[in-house]
């Protein structure tokens, strides 16, 4: 593999884990290095801090890939690191300044999220939110099988209210870096035409929208997902 050929980084997002992106990793397969980064979900900022972290530490060119608020994360995380050669939105979140996940995901009806998520105090401040185990299969996943998604509800990692409220600060990365965007038009938790709406404004270099397809597509769809990101690769 020649040493030019960015690393792919993949960043979850709410309601997800690192191994949500397992299926993806598997069909990239041993020509790809790949790192499956552990998003925080604190707050965008201190987020995106960590997901530089990570660059950082892996020392070369990547790839950034996110998920839902992962989306956020690597908006943010991109701006001013040489390193990142491309992005990758799935069923993301692509946010323009001051722009936030709430804000975004109530820009056009159709999400159905609020009402199947539980929340709790934190010990240092604000509230928690997870969707409920008997809402999880039908809201976020109801294209993937009942037996992974009871699995996936139950490692799913919170999120603080905190970060879906952050609004992204500075110019966002998709303005000056090439973007690929790839998305259900089944997603219970960002409505399709939230989507379409970011796609459109980033003048991605690709787009693949996928009918039937739920917000859990690296779960449902991780080839679909696994050759959007590996023409990212290749076209940047």
Known sequence: ?????PTIVLVHGAFAESASWNGVIERLGAAYDVVAAANPLRGVAGDAAYVRDVIRGIGGPVVLVGHSYGGMVITQAAAD????RALVYVNAFAPDTGE???SLSGKFPG???ADTLVQYPLSSGGNEVAIGQDAYHAQFAAD??????ALMARTQRPITEQALSDGLSG???WRSLPSWFVFGDADLNIPVAAHRFMAERAEPRGQRE?????HAMAAAQPGEIAETIIEAVRGS
């Open 81 to 84: 690191e040489s390193s990142v």
């Open 1 to 5: 593999m020649p040493d030019s050929q």
């Open 144 to 149: 993937v099988s009942s037996d992974l998604t």
């Open 100 to 102: 936030s996940a709430l």
């Open 171 to 173: 110019a966002p990365a």
């Open 210 to 214: 996928i009918v039937g397809g739920s």
């Open 111 to 113: 999400s159905t999220l």
